[in-house]
Structure formats: C-alpha cells, structure tokens
C-alpha cells in the first residue's frame, strides 16, 4: 500500500497521472468560492467608498453654498444683519418686535435651515452694525436743489404737529384690518388677487426695496414720496457711497442716483446673486423683515403723476409717451422731436389726452402701465405680502415720524421734508370737470382695487351727474 501511494505521487508530480484523486475537486470548488466572495467583498467596499465620496462632495457642495448665501453680502452693498420684524397683531400700547428664532416652526425645512444660518451671523455682526449706525447720527440741512421738479416746486420747511403714538397705532390696526378683510373677501375680485407669491414673476418684485442692515423692506409706489423714502433706505443701508464714505443726510443724496436701479437690493435681483434659493430667502426676509409702504388718492396720484411728467419739461416722458398721445388723441401730426420745442409751441399733453391713454385697451396691450400710474396692488402686491405698516402721503409727516421711531432709526435721521404745492386732495372737482362722466366711472373701475384696499372713499361727487 506504502508502494501504491510512493507511485501515485511520482505519477502526479510527473504529469503522468491521468485522472485526479476524488479530493482535488471539492478543494478546488471550495478555493474558487472563497476567491469570489473575496472579490464580492472588494466590489462592495469600492462602491461603499464610492458612494461615501459622493455623498460627502454633494454635502461639500450645499455647504459652500450655504455659506456663500451667508457672506457673499458682506463683500457687497448690502449685510445680513438680521434684524427682528413687528409680530402681529400688535399689542396696545408697546412696540411691536419678535426676536430672532422666534415663530419659525412654519417655514419649510429649507427655509428654517437657511434662516438658522443667516441668524447665526447676527450676533457676530450686531455690534459692528451699532458702531457704524452711531457714525450716521447728523443733524439735516437744507440740500442745494438740483431738479428741475424739486426747482420747481421747493421743499416745504415748516414744521407739523405728529400725533401721539396711541393714535398711530390704532390707525396702523385700521388700515391693516381694512387691507386684510378685503384680501379675504371672495366677493372683492380684481385681477392678480388670488395668485400666491410664489406666483409672481420676479420682474413685479423690483419695487421691493430691501435694507439687510436694519431688517427692513420698503415697497416704494411712484408719486408718494418715494424719492425722500428712497434716500432713507439708502443712508440706513450704506448701499451708496460719496467719496468712499455712506451718505449721512438723505438730502444730500443726488436725485439721479436716487432712482438708479444699480443703488437699491431689490427682491428681482435675488435671482442673480442666490438662484434656487432666492425664494426662500425673499420668504425667510418676508417673515422677520419689516414691510412697509406709503399709498396715496388713487385720483390724485394721477394728478400729480401728469403733473410732475407732462406739465414739466420731461424729455423721457416725452418721447415715450407725450408724442404718442398727441398723435392718437388729439390729432397732431409733424410732432416736434424734442420736449422744449413742444412746449415752445404750445404742444402739450392734456389731462383729457392722460385719461384717454389709461382707459384705452390697447395701451396695456403694447405694455404694462408705466410705474408712475401703475395701481399699487400691481406694485407692491398688497393681498400676498403682509405689510407691517401702511403710510398714507395724506398723513406723510406723522406717519413717517412714528415708523421711523418704531424702526429704531429717528435718532439716525429726519425724514426729509416735504414739496411745495403738492397735488392735493381738493384739487379733484376742479381736475375732472372737462372729464365725461362715462370716463370717469371706468376709471374708478380701473383704479377701485386701490381705492377699497388702502379705505379711501369712492369719490361719489366724480361718479355721478
């Protein structure tokens, strides 16, 4: 036996052997088996890395971009201090405030996650923001007046009684209950009204003026002092500089920069500096910010916008829409090319031709109404942002004197004062004497919204013979 296995070895070792003992197979099934799962095994840890690697660039990548949205201001015009917005309603007789995280369980888990880190950078930056706020502390002057309306019309000097907080703030209560009861009502519909914010394009929220400094947000309406509220929300924002420091005095503001897009943060630029995140940082902003805006007559708004465009040299106005209404509405033809020849002709638009063009159906079908006469709701959208307060030009000088003092920025500056012979309220009778009565009863149609909305009463005297 020792003999046979000494010969089956040599066999072996010599290649000889033809056929393999019983054995050698299951050793060799079992080596391939545990080659497999080694090589199983190795697979899988390659695509757990693999994995792992992608996930940990993808989480890299949202956190980059989280903190670009949070400090990319603080090389522009414009910082993430997140200041607190006015809680509603209002309790009697205190001052309206929440603090930061407060009331935040509603937003989505993007937006709570994004607010938590825009919060995080206002401790680091508050105290910062106070010592360059002590900077603007400057007593207003008399500005040289540079504009032709503001030579025209002068600035008016005097001073006004303001009425007492308490008044203020029951008027606050009204105007928002009156603003909010209509926005709920079914029964009330105008055009836009029903949409959601998220619904509006952005090219509509270019009046959304935002100061990050202050936590403040100002829907400006053409005609309702827009241009002195302008200057405040560029000396409290810092978003203009004159020889390299923050204008101080809103007054001293030149008017053409005033109203240069490039000066204000808007919400339709949000696009541009957060892209996919820009609504839900106009959201978060929305919901601590302060909102405000001033309204006016919706009539006499009209009054003072053909006033200040038509009754002035205003080569823009002109060109764009003097020279068109001349040509449709009064039958002029061979049209000076320039605003002064006009008016040395005695080629005017008159407030009959501005009416015409508002009622006529195929102007808003060339273009949305210019913003000087565009209606407030469209401006500023009134039913899908809930404003914190609603100023009233009719009230200008109280109102703007209590906001500033609920802002915390009375003691930074003055509001400016307001112009000479400005439209007013009496003025209507005389106005819409030549208008016909058809006219006028389809432009309060057209303008009822912001009548209803903002409580003006529906001028009757107008509407009917």
Not at 377 to 396: A, N, S, V
């Amino acid at each position: 036996m020792l003999e046979n296995n000494k010969q089956t070895m040599i066999a072996m070792e010599t290649g000889s052997w033809s056929a393999a003992p019983c054995w050698v197979p299951s050793l060799t099934l079992q080596a391939g088996g545990e080659s497999r799962r080694k090589a199983d095994i190795a697979v899988g840890v390659r695509m757990t890395k693999a994995r792992l690697l992608r996930l940990s660039v993808v989480l890299v990548s949202i956190f980059m971009i989280l903190l670009i949205i949070v400090y990319w201001d603080n090389v522009g015009t414009a910082h993430f201090y997140l200041h607190t917005s006015f809680s509603r309603p209002h309790s009697p007789g205190a001052i309206p405030g929440i603090t930061a995280g407060e009331d935040w369980e509603a937003l989505p888990d993007v937006d709570e996650f994004l607010a938590k880190l825009l919060s995080s950078s206002l401790k680091q930056n508050s105290s910062a923001s106070q010592k360059t706020e002590q900077l603007l502390v400057q007593s207003s002057s008399k500005p040289v007046v540079s504009n032709l309306e503001e030579n025209v019309r002068g600035y008016d000097w005097s001073t006004h009684n303001a009425r007492n907080s308490l008044d203020q703030e029951k008027l606050q209560v009204e105007r928002q209950r009156t603003l909010r009861e209509f926005c709920a009502n079914s029964s009330f519909a105008f055009p836009t009204k029903e949409r959601s914010f998220d619904d509006i394009p952005n090219y509509e929220l270019n009046h959304l003026i935002v100061d990050d400094r202050h936590g403040i947000i100002y829907c400006y309406v053409p005609k309702v002092a827009c241009t002195n509220w302008k200057r405040v929300m560029i000396v409290l924002s810092e978003s203009l500089l004159d020889q390299g420091v923050p204008y101080r005095n809103p007054l001293d503001i030149p008017r053409e920069h005033v109203h240069n897009t490039s000066t204000h943060l808007t919400f339709n630029k949000f696009w541009r500096r957060y892209g996919k995140f820009s609504r839900h940082l106009m959201k978060i902003k929305l919901k601590k910010y302060t909102k405000f805006l001033f309204v006016r007559d919706p009539f006499v708004r009209l009054i003072s916008a053909f006033r200040s465009k038509f009754e002035l040299e205003n080569e823009e106005f002109y060109q764009r829409f003097a020279i068109p209404m001349l040509k449709l509405y009064s039958n002029h033809t061979n049209l000076p090319t320039s605003v002064s020849e006009a008016f040395r002709a005695g080629l005017k638009v008159s407030f009959s031709d501005f009416i015409q063009y508002l009622l006529d159906p195929r102007t808003e079908k060339m273009a949305p109404f210019n913003e000087h006469w565009r209606q407030v709701y469209r401006l500023c959208h009134p039913c899908q942002i809930d404003y914190d307060f609603i100023g009233k030009l009719e009230t200008l000088d109280e109102d703007a004197a209590y906001l500033l003092q609920l802002l915390k920025v009375d003691r930074l500056l003055q509001f400016p004062p307001s112009y000479r012979n400005r439209t007013a309220s009496s003025w209507e009778d005389d106005w819409f004497a030549k208008i016909p009565l058809a006219w006028r009863q389809q432009l309060y149609k057209l303008y009822e919204a912001d009548f209803v909305l903002f409580g003006y009463p529906k001028p009757e005297n107008l509407l009917k013979d």
